[in-house]
């Protein structure tokens, strides 16, 4: 992984920071905060995990369907939780889900611009 120059982050007035990221082979160039730097890359790692474990189980080979099933597998395990889980833990999992999905969709801004 590489980082490239600071940029501004579109939606804020924090700085931001440019990484190269590997999911399944393939790069993506994300821009986050500092503060978000970790959980980012932590959502990189499960969800290049997940995508790994779905190709190695299937006979899916375009990246578009291998990224669906690897988000309906996580969101089947989120959901599973919540029949096994107490509540504290479901509402833990919803609060972390939020910052995640907060975060990758800053992240994800910049990519917009591309296409």
Same mark, same amino acid.
């Given at each position: 992984?590489?980082?490239?120059?600071?940029?501004?982050?579109?939606?804020?007035?924090?700085?931001?920071?440019?990484?190269?990221?590997?999911?399944?082979?393939?790069?993506?160039?994300?821009s986050c905060t500092p503060?978000?730097?970790?959980?980012?890359?932590?959502?990189? &790692? #499960?969800?290049? %995990? /997940?995508?790994?474990?779905?190709?190695?189980?299937?006979?899916?080979q375009g990246v578009d369907?291998? $990224? *669906?099933?690897? &988000? #309906?597998?996580? %969101? /089947?395990?989120?959901?599973?939780?919540?029949?096994?889980?107490?509540?504290?833990?479901?509402?833990? $999992? *919803?609060?972390?889900?939020?910052?995640?999905?907060?975060?990758?969709?800053a992240a994800l801004i910049?990519?917009?611009?591309?296409?």
């Amino acid at each position: 992984m590489t980082q490239s120059a600071k940029a501004l982050h579109p939606m804020s007035n924090s700085v931001s920071e440019r990484i190269d990221v590997q999911i399944l082979d393939r790069t993506y160039q994300l821009s986050c905060t500092p503060d978000d730097k970790a959980m980012l890359l932590e959502c990189v &790692a #499960l969800v290049d %995990a /997940r995508m790994r474990q779905v190709k190695a189980t299937s006979r899916l080979q375009g990246v578009d369907r291998i $990224a *669906v099933m690897a &988000a #309906l597998t996580l %969101a /089947r395990d989120v959901l599973a939780s919540d029949n096994t889980g107490a509540s504290g833990e479901k509402d833990e $999992a *919803v609060q972390r889900i939020a910052a995640i999905t907060k975060v990758l969709d800053a992240a994800l801004i910049p990519q917009e611009k591309l296409f």
